[in-house]
């Protein structure tokens, strides 16, 4: 039996309309992590606290987060390096062996293509003139400053240059001030600096700039909930619980894992019940806030205006500049075991070697 076709007026537009629908559909999916997707139950059970994983992600985390072969060790029984090199104003305490090993792995590290001169001029290696030379210095001492004062956060395991900057000279993974957003002519209200999407915070409808008000100058407390009902003191707003939440957005996103990495679901505020990696993240939070006040903020005078942001700021760290999509930076791989030069506690190897003159160099 055959089934006659009928002639629906209009039903040709609604197909078209509805292949669209389907095409921006598909178009919007591709941007989700496909599947399969792999949970680890981390806790109780019964207490939601469970990680998933892509492996499509983890394999593009993989990649991102190589450690590079150690360079030959320094030979042991070299002069002091002060006697060689000019200028020395951080790495004094090393041997010539050391510091010239320092300088070849950080040219792999940082500036691979531009090679020395990136920092140094080619004539005259001691000299100051150049700004990245400047910033390199001051990225030594803030090196040797995490890994010697923030054990709390980066233990044993230390950072290297390369945790940052992984064979660029700009690290990858680095923020400015945001500036506020024109309002269209007319237009009644205030955005909140909300409502401006950004890859920062996962797209989220929530403040774009959290990293201003919690890891800058003078930052906020970060509360979702007060200790006391109002109007007995507690004056954490709405707007202020916004704030952490796109904070926690990129926290998570930074690190590539759940809520549930350092939260209990049960109450998201409650210490006694949370992760150990909880401990570990607030420590975090605070290294990042010294390392940006105490040595990024004060470098802007420094940096020329093409390396400045568009409020004039220059670049800040957070999260993801070392971690890279990883819950710990190259998955716990230590750099610093093979560089112990940059640990901040380095007891150079000397041999003496009275009345011995090494070629003069500069560094």
């Known amino acids: 039996m055959k089934l006659a076709m009928l002639h629906v007026p209009g039903l040709k537009r609604y197909s078209r309309l509805g292949a669209c629908a389907g095409l921006v559909l598909t178009l919007c999916l591709t941007g989700c992590e496909p599947p399969p997707v792999d949970s680890v139950q981390r806790g109780y059970r019964g207490l939601g606290m469970v990680e998933l994983y892509s492996r499509k992600g983890l394999e593009r985390e993989a990649a991102l987060n190589v450690v590079p072969d150690p360079i030959a060790a320094a030979t042991p029984g070299t002069p002091p390096a002060t006697t060689a090199f000019k200028n020395l104003q951080v790495l004094n305490d090393l041997s010539i062996s050391e510091m010239s090993r320092v300088m070849v792995a950080m040219t792999q590290w940082v500036a691979p293509a531009q090679g020395c001169t990136y920092c140094h001029e080619a004539a005259n290696f001691a000299s100051d003139t150049l700004y990245t030379k400047v910033v390199a210095r001051r990225m030594l001492q803030m090196t040797r400053h995490i890994n010697a004062d923030w054990k709390t956060h980066v233990a044993t395991t230390g950072v290297t240059c390369y945790t940052c900057h992984r064979g660029q000279p700009v690290p990858s993974q680095i923020w400015f001030k945001s500036p506020t957003p024109n309002q269209s002519a007319g237009q009644l209200g205030d955005h909140g600096g909300m409502t401006v ?68 679901t049960r109450s998201f505020a409650i210490w006694d019940s949370s992760t150990p990696q909880r401990n570990t993240a607030w420590y975090g939070i605070r290294m990042v806030r010294d390392l940006n006040t105490a040595y990024l903020d004060p470098l802007a005078s420094t940096f020329p205006s093409n390396r400045l942001g568009p409020t004039g700021d220059g670049p800040k760290l957070y999260c ?44």
């Open 197 to 264: 999407p950004t890859n920062s915070i996962g797209l989220a409808s929530l403040p774009y700039d959290p990293f201003t008000t919690f890891y800058d100058t003078s930052p906020a407390e970060i509360r979702v909930n007060g200790d006391t009902a109002l109007p007995e003191g507690n004056r954490h707003s709405i707007k202020q619980t916004e704030w952490t939440y796109a904070l926690m957005m990129n926290v998570s996103q930074s690190l590539g894992v759940n809520c549930t990495y350092c939260h209990n």
């Open 320 to 363: 993801a500049t070392c971690h890279q999509g990883a819950y710990k930076p190259f998955f716990g791989a230590s750099m610093l075991k093979d560089y112990p030069e940059l640990s901040g506690e380095h007891t150079p190897g000397l041999a003496a070697t009275a009345g011995t003159a090494a070629p003069e160099k500069t560094d």
